[in-house]
């Protein structure tokens, strides 16, 4: 099996920072595309960030202000969010595309989730 666990979420000031990990365990044979999504309360689940050979892909929203980056000798990814604005609040889920040993083919995974809240 594969998991996905997210860490780093909290409380904090606008214009203020968090950094956000989520490291996968498990039968990991290979991993993919690696991103952040969040979800504010009554909204739909919006792409934060992306990584993937090299290149990141970010949310115009957060363009300049976060940060994403993979450690694949660790098998995790993380957030840097710098300049936090109240409407960053939201609750923040990784995602990556895996190839497990048990499994032919790979398959989306999420993780369960962490709280970020910025007060203004």
């Known amino acids: 099996q594969v998991q996905l666990v997210e860490s780093g979420g909290g409380l904090v000031q606008a214009g203020g920072s968090l950094r956000l990990f989520c490291v996968a365990s498990?039968?990991?044979?290979?991993?993919?595309?690696m991103g952040w999504y969040r979800q504010a309360p009554g909204a739909q689940r919006e792409l934060v960030a992306t990584t993937m050979s090299g290149s990141t892909n970010y949310a115009d929203s957060v363009k300049g202000r976060f940060t994403i980056a993979r450690d694949n000798a660790k098998n995790m990814v993380v957030l840097q969010m710098n300049s936090l604005k109240p409407e960053d609040t939201a609750v923040y889920y990784c995602?990556?595309?895996?190839?497990?040993?048990?499994?032919?083919?790979?398959?989306?995974?999420w993780g369960q989730g962490t709280q970020v809240t910025v007060s203004s």
């Open positions: 995602n990556e595309y895996i190839r497990s040993i048990l499994e032919s083919r790979g398959r989306e995974y």
């Open positions: 498990g039968t990991i044979g290979s991993i993919g595309v």
